[in-house]
């Protein structure tokens, strides 16, 4: 894709997802409309639009494609004022699509290897592992409106992780395996993005407000390089929980979770910008908003407002596409052993 003269760091890489495949005339169309419109609503001044290269394609059509603004004039407007901006909401409804919107310069340097960041529940895998905890000891529901509370932002996480966590008391500690082996399920592509990904030389974390028997366990299965959750006590005879943290362990809060991705990418010598997070609740947006490209998939409505980016194509390996790789791309590090 040739990039006219211009301020290349003025520019904004587009990436969009439809929500089934289309013909190439409906993407001409639907990108023209959205380059008027983020003309007309940011003052992108003397902005050209570059020709889109499609990413995924089939007998049916086209479903990614990505294409690159480049401003010509001084300013450049913030990224999530473009993206949060109800007329390109109403643009993405029209044609049926979903735009993720990165900084040019961050977009090129997903091509080096860099650290990918992942909250666990409801991200990594489908579960909210303290509900299935709750459920053996038949009080998921309660445990489930408090869950539901702090991933909205509604209360304060380490409150609701006390709150919840003093009503396992009583669980037994042969939950975990029975929980590996019937009841988790990775995210469609989790297993496909973390190999790519693998392939290409980054290092990957699980930071997870979940507990360290699940993430642990989940780090060992798609081969990340560190895990982090939060610590249990168990009974003297090691058959139950208590219902208590672990008094000496730090919870994996949001602002720890932030801490843990800077302590990360420094000890790795991997800067910010070459940073992606995914997260889907309240105590992610610290570390989504610290890494270059922080993604909520598929988020709670407030997670997705204030979100960098957002995701909701359901699978996983989606991400990829915001790193620069087409299809055939992705199928071949797959193919690789």
């Given at each position: 894709?040739?990039?006219?003269?211009?301020?290349?760091?003025?520019?904004?890489?587009?990436?969009?997802?439809?929500?089934?495949?289309?013909?190439?005339?409906?993407?001409?169309?639907?990108?023209?409309?959205?380059?008027?419109?983020?003309?007309?609503?940011?003052?992108?001044?003397?902005?050209?639009?570059?020709?889109?290269?499609?990413?995924?394609?089939?007998?049916?059509?086209?479903?990614?494609?990505?294409?690159?603004?480049?401003?010509?004039?001084?300013?450049?407007?913030?990224?999530?004022?473009?993206?949060?901006?109800?007329?390109?909401?109403?643009?993405?409804?029209?044609?049926?699509?979903?735009?993720?919107?990165?900084?040019?310069?961050?977009?090129?340097?997903?091509?080096?290897?860099?650290?990918?960041?992942?909250?666990?529940?409801?991200?990594?895998?489908?579960?909210?592992?303290?509900?299935?905890?709750?459920?053996?000891?038949?009080?998921?529901?309660?445990?489930?409106?408090?869950?539901?509370?702090?991933?909205?932002?509604?209360?304060?996480?380490?409150?609701?992780?006390?709150?919840?966590?003093?009503?396992?008391?009583?669980?037994?500690?042969?939950?975990?395996?029975?929980?590996?082996?019937?009841?988790?399920?990775?995210?469609?592509?989790?297993?496909?993005?973390?190999?790519?990904?693998?392939?290409?030389?980054?290092?990957?974390?699980?930071?997870?407000?979940?507990?360290?028997?699940?993430?642990?366990?989940?780090?060992?299965?798609?081969?990340?390089?560190?895990?982090?959750?939060?610590?249990?006590?168990?009974?003297?005879?090691?058959?139950?929980?208590?219902?208590?943290?672990?008094?000496?362990?730090?919870?994996?809060?949001?602002?720890?979770?932030?801490?843990?991705?800077?302590?990360?990418?420094?000890?790795?010598?991997?800067?910010?910008?070459?940073?992606?997070?995914v997260g889907d609740g309240a105590n992610d947006l610290p570390m989504l908003g610290t890494a270059g490209l922080g993604i909520a998939f598929d988020a709670k409505p407030k997670v997705q407002m204030e979100a960098p980016a957002r995701l909701n194509t359901k699978n996983l390996l989606d991400v990829m596409y915001l790193l620069g790789y087409d299809k055939k791309a992705i199928d071949g590090l797959l193919l690789e052993p």
């Amino acid at each position: 894709m040739a990039e006219p003269n211009g301020t290349v760091e003025n520019g904004m890489v587009l990436t969009l997802f439809y929500k089934s495949p289309v013909s190439a005339d409906v993407v001409a169309d639907s990108i023209r409309h959205l380059h008027s419109v983020i003309n007309k609503t940011c003052e992108f001044q003397q902005a050209v639009l570059n020709p889109y290269k499609e990413l995924e394609w089939g007998d049916e059509g086209v479903r990614v494609v990505v294409t690159t603004i480049i401003s010509t004039s001084a300013d450049c407007p913030d990224i999530r004022t473009v993206s949060k901006g109800r007329e390109v909401a109403e643009t993405e409804q029209k044609f049926g699509f979903e735009a993720v919107f990165e900084r040019k310069n961050t977009y090129d340097s997903h091509r080096a290897p860099g650290l990918a960041v992942f909250d666990m529940d409801s991200t990594l895998i489908q579960q909210e592992v303290i509900d299935e905890l709750a459920a053996a000891v038949g009080v998921k529901d309660k445990v489930s409106a408090i869950t539901t509370r702090a991933m909205e932002g509604e209360i304060d996480f380490t409150e609701s992780l006390k709150l919840r966590v003093a009503l396992l008391e009583g669980v037994p500690t042969t939950v975990w395996d029975d929980l590996k082996e019937s009841t988790i399920k990775f995210t469609p592509g989790a297993r496909d993005l973390t190999k790519c990904l693998k392939q290409l030389g980054w290092k990957m974390a699980v930071l997870s407000g979940g507990f360290t028997p699940l993430a642990s366990w989940v780090a060992h299965e798609l081969e990340l390089d560190y895990y982090h959750a939060n610590k249990l006590c168990i009974s003297e005879d090691g058959a139950y929980l208590t219902g208590k943290l672990e008094p000496d362990s730090d919870i994996i809060h949001a602002e720890r979770k932030q801490a843990l991705l800077l302590r990360i990418a420094a000890g790795d010598g991997i800067p910010l910008e070459r940073v992606v997070a995914v997260g889907d609740g309240a105590n992610d947006l610290p570390m989504l908003g610290t890494a270059g490209l922080g993604i909520a998939f598929d988020a709670k409505p407030k997670v997705q407002m204030e979100a960098p980016a957002r995701l909701n194509t359901k699978n996983l390996l989606d991400v990829m596409y915001l790193l620069g790789y087409d299809k055939k791309a992705i199928d071949g590090l797959l193919l690789e052993p």
